[in-house]
C-alpha cells in the first residue's frame, strides 16, 4: 500500500516574519506583499486593518503600525523546521513547491499502527509549531500536493484518487498556470476535463511537462523528489514573538524544538542523553547571560514525549533573571541507536527503560542532588556502611557483607525499645524471625561495636531490624534493645 502525507502551510504567523529587534506597539503590526497587507494581528485589526489594503491606507489608518516585508527566506526556513521534525515519522520528507511538505509514510504504517494513527501523530507535531495547514493523504506525492492546495483531502485507493483529482481545478497544476487563459477560451475548467483532452493536440499546445505532471499526480509515472537531508549536528534556535517573563511560558516554543531534535534523531538514526536548552535575554549594556537548562537522561532516547515531560519539570524550578527573547537547543551526548531487544517474557513492573525514565523524571522535579542511591561502604557496622550519594555519581556499588538481609532504610539514631517479658516491644511484641547476625568491628578506629542483629516481625506483620547489645559488653543481666532499620 502506497500512501503519502500533504502538509500546506497557506497562512504562516506574523512571527514568522518580524524581526527580533523588533518591539509590539498598540497599533499592531502587518506583513505586506506588493504594497499590500496579507496578514496583521489582532491589534492592527482593531485599529481598522485588513488584508488587502494598501501600504497608503495603512499609514493614513494607522501610522504607528509596524510593517513587514513578506520574506521567503524566513517562510522556507519554517516549512524547514516543520519537515525536520516530520522526519520522525519517515526519511522520505521532501519541502515541494509553495510551502507543501511531502511524506512518502508507506514503510511506516505497520511501525505505527496503520494509516489513521499515522495521521493522527503528524498532526499533533504540527500543532506544536502553532501554524495553519491543510492536510492530505493520496497514494501519489504529486496527488498529495495537489489536495493539501487545494484545502486537504484523504483518499486512499487509485479510484478515489481518480475522482477527487478530476473536481479539481486546472490551474492548480502549475504548469498549466501559463495556458490559464486558452483553457478557459475551450472551456476546459478541470483536471477531468483536461483528461478528456487529445493527448496528442495537448502536448502540442502545452509541451511535455503537463502531461508528465498529471500522469505523475495519477500515478503513471514515476516520481522524481529531492529529499530532505539533515544537518549532522542539531543546533536550533527561535526567537520567542515577545518578551517571555516567566520559565514555564518557555515551554511551548521548547516542544517545537524538541519536535525537530526528535525528528533529527530519527532520520540519522542516533539516540541522545543530554540536551542543553539555552534561555537568551535582552541585549544591552546589562544584559546577561544566557540561562543553561542541561537536562541529562538515565537511558539513551529519541522520544520526544518522554523529553517535553523531562523539559517542564525543569521549567518549573527555574527563576528567571531577565526577560527571554530566544530559545536555542542543543544536542549533546548523541550515540547510535540500538536495536531494541525483543524478550520472549517481558518482566514484570516495567522495563528497564520505564524505570530509567521514573528516575529521569524525578531528578528532573526534584533535583539531581534529592534523588539519590546506594552507595555502600566495605564496613560491618551498618551506620558506617550505609552510604547514599545522587544518582549521577557514577560510583561503583559495593555490596554490603554477609548474606544475611538488610534494610535500605535506616534509622539517623538507633531507638531504645521497651522490654515486657524479656522481649522487645515495639507497639507489639516482636518476635524474631531469622538467625542473629554477630557484629563485632570498629576496633581500629575507637568506634568499637559488638551487637546482634535479628530480623523481627509485629503482630501488624510489619519487620524490623533491631539489635541486642550482647551482655559480655556491659555489666548487666538484662541487655537493651534498639530499633535500627525498617523493611518495605
Not at 537548562?293 to 525543569?314: C, S
Not at 556502611?385 to 544518582?391: D, G, S, T
Request: with cysteine; glycine share 8%; hydrophobic share 45%.
Amino acid at each position: 500500500m502506497r500512501l503519502w502525507i500533504g502538509v500546506h502551510l497557506p497562512r504562516l504567523p506574523l512571527e514568522v516574519f518580524r524581526p527580533s529587534w523588533s518591539r509590539t506597539t498598540e497599533a499592531g503590526a502587518a506583513v505586506l506583499e506588493r504594497d499590500r497587507v496579507i496578514l496583521c494581528d489582532t491589534s492592527a485589526r482593531d485599529t481598522g486593518l485588513r488584508p488587502g489594503m494598501k501600504r497608503g491606507g495603512v499609514l493614513t489608518l494607522a501610522p504607528d503600525t509596524l510593517l513587514f516585508e513578506r520574506s521567503e527566506a524566513r517562510e522556507e526556513e519554517a516549512a524547514r523546521d516543520v519537515a525536520l521534525a516530520l522526519m520522525q515519522f519517515t526519511p522520505l520528507v521532501v519541502i515541494s513547491d509553495e510551502t507543501t511538505i511531502l511524506m512518502d509514510v508507506s514503510a511506516s504504517l505497520r511501525l505505527f499502527g496503520g494509516a489513521l494513527r499515522v495521521c493522527q501523530l503528524v498532526k499533533t507535531v504540527l500543532l506544536r509549531f502553532g501554524f495553519t495547514f491543510s492536510f492530505s493523504t493520496a497514494p501519489t506525492g504529486q496527488g498529495a500536493w495537489l489536495l493539501a492546495r487545494i484545502g486537504g483531502g484523504r483518499v486512499i485507493s487509485q479510484r478515489s484518487l481518480e475522482r477527487a483529482l478530476d473536481r479539481l481545478p486546472v490551474t492548480l497544476l502549475p504548469a498549466a498556470r501559463k495556458y490559464a487563459d486558452w483553457f478557459e477560451g475551450i472551456g476546459c475548467n478541470s483536471i477531468g476535463e483536461l483528461r478528456k483532452l487529445p493527448r496528442a493536440g495537448l502536448k502540442r499546445r502545452c509541451g511535455d511537462g503537463l502531461l508528465d505532471a498529471l500522469d505523475a499526480a495519477l500515478g503513471e509515472a514515476p516520481e522524481l523528489f529531492e529529499w530532505l537531508q539533515t544537518p549532522p549536528v542539531f543546533d536550533a534556535r527561535l526567537e520567542l514573538p515577545d518578551r517571555v517573563e516567566h520559565a514555564e511560558a518557555v515551554l511551548f516554543a521548547g516542544q517545537r524544538l524538541i519536535s525537530q531534535l526528535s525528528g533529527w534523531l530519527v532520520a540519522r538514526q542516533l539516540v541522545m542523553t543530554r540536551f542543553i536548552l539555552y534561555l537568551e535575554h535582552e541585549r544591552g549594556r546589562e544584559a546577561a547571560p544566557p540561562t543553561a537548562v542541561d537536562v541529562a537522561l538515565a537511558e539513551p532516547t529519541w522520544e520526544d514525549r518522554h523529553l517535553v515531560r523531562l523539559l517542564k519539570e525543569r521549567l518549573g524550578r527555574i527563576t528567571l533573571v531577565a526577560p527571554v527573547i530566544a530559545i536555542r537547543l542543543e544536542a549533546k551526548d548523541v550515540q547510535a541507536a540500538a536495536p531494541p531487544s525483543e524478550e520472549l517474557f517481558p518482566q514484570p513492573g516495567g522495563s528497564k527503560e520505564d524505570h530509567n525514565r521514573l528516575l529521569e523524571l524525578l531528578v528532573a522535579r526534584l533535583g539531581a542532588d534529592k534523588v539519590l542511591r546506594p552507595a555502600p561502604v566495605a564496613d560491618h557496622r551498618p551506620e558506617t556502611a550505609n552510604r547514599w550519594v545522587p544518582l549521577a555519581d557514577a560510583e561503583k556499588l559495593i555490596p554490603p557483607p554477609g548474606d544475611l538481609p538488610r534494610p535500605a532504610w535506616l534509622l539517623e539514631n538507633p531507638v531504645q525499645l521497651l522490654t515486657r517479658q524479656h522481649r522487645p516491644f515495639y507497639g507489639s511484641p516482636l518476635r524474631t524471625v531469622s538467625p542473629p547476625e554477630r557484629i563485632e568491628a570498629g576496633w581500629h578506629d575507637g568506634e568499637m561495636v559488638t551487637r546482634d542483629y535479628f530480623v523481627a516481625q509485629g503482630e501488624d506483620f510489619a519487620y524490623y531490624w533491631i539489635f541486642r547489645e550482647r551482655v559480655s559488653s556491659r555489666d548487666e543481666d538484662d541487655p537493651r534493645w534498639f530499633l535500627h532499620g525498617l523493611f518495605g
